[in-house]
């Protein structure tokens, strides 16, 4: 099934929860709301699964209008943070709930049931748990077998908001894997919320990020990592180095580097920021010719398992920087504090102060051609 949203308003008293959202899923596609708290995404959810009702706008479910069917009406399953599992019923119970409570018209047979709750049992893989309760069962345990119940009901809809946010970090690490491989197996479309954006890149076959109750960008993890649409999505997916920068006819200037930017080709004089990832940058030992490099020096070294993540502090300015490389690569020349070295960004993505939406290309640092 395909979800649109279309033009979604929202407000709790004075503040805007949602402004004027616009948003299309396809059939099948597992997606992620990813934003800070706050932004806006589990309202979204809300909405989309009838838990909530919007001011404006509209949702539509396979093109036609769903905005003011009641939530049972939905074919959405939803999975909480915190399970919601009923603590007084067995796993087996808490699976068949969904299916018991229907109108006797369209209830399944006994029999049925207990044949579908054996068979989503078996799907999460825990069919020997089936007649402990909730209070018996690990964090891991008990969120599938909520994701079980939800399925249960045959939802052609899955909402999951934060599934994993009560979870410890290897348990997490684990259930996202498992997530992505049921959803491989079902193609139901799913929506989960997340604040986690390792969760989102991990799992998601698209991403939307949010912030202040509108959409940042829409893309493939891959996308909105390799090319985030605004300063925001930048520093919100992952860790980056800020430069104060200026552009000029095309070219950016930063301390003593120059970086062209062709898109801003006509812009005069214009403040800026240069965002550069730690591990897009090169440590030299000694500089090169022409605007290629800045001059820094090691204050800091620390060895995190795999990765190197190395300090430093800019000249002349007293600005700190950090890089990250393999410990191989770090083992080839291992830095140590104090020593001078010259930083050579590989890539850059330069934002203006005024505008702070537009966003340029990847390019690679250059010192030739005429700049400021």
Known sequence: MSIEIQQLHKCFGAFVALDHVDLTIPPGQLVALLGPSGCGKTTLLRIIAGLETADRGRVLFDGEDATRRHVRERGVGFVFQHYALFQHMTVFENIAFGLRVRPRAVRPPEAAIRAKVSALLDLVQMGWLANRYPSQLSGGQRQRIALARALAVEPQVLLLDEPFGALDTKVRKELRRWLRRLHDELHITSVFVTHDQEEALEVADRIVVMNHGRIEQIGSPQEVYDAPATPFVYQFLGNINLFHSRVHAGWARVGGLRVRVPEYGDTEH???MAYVRPHDI?????????DTTLTATISRVSLLGSLVRLELIQSPDGEIAEVEMTRERYAADPLQIGDLVFVKPRQVRVFLHDNPK???????????GDGI
């Open 270 to 272: 214009a403040p800026a």
């Open 282 to 290: 090169d440590l030299l030992r000694e500089p090169e010719d022409g």
């Open 358 to 368: 537009a966003a340029i290309p990847a390019y690679q640092w250059s010192g030739d």
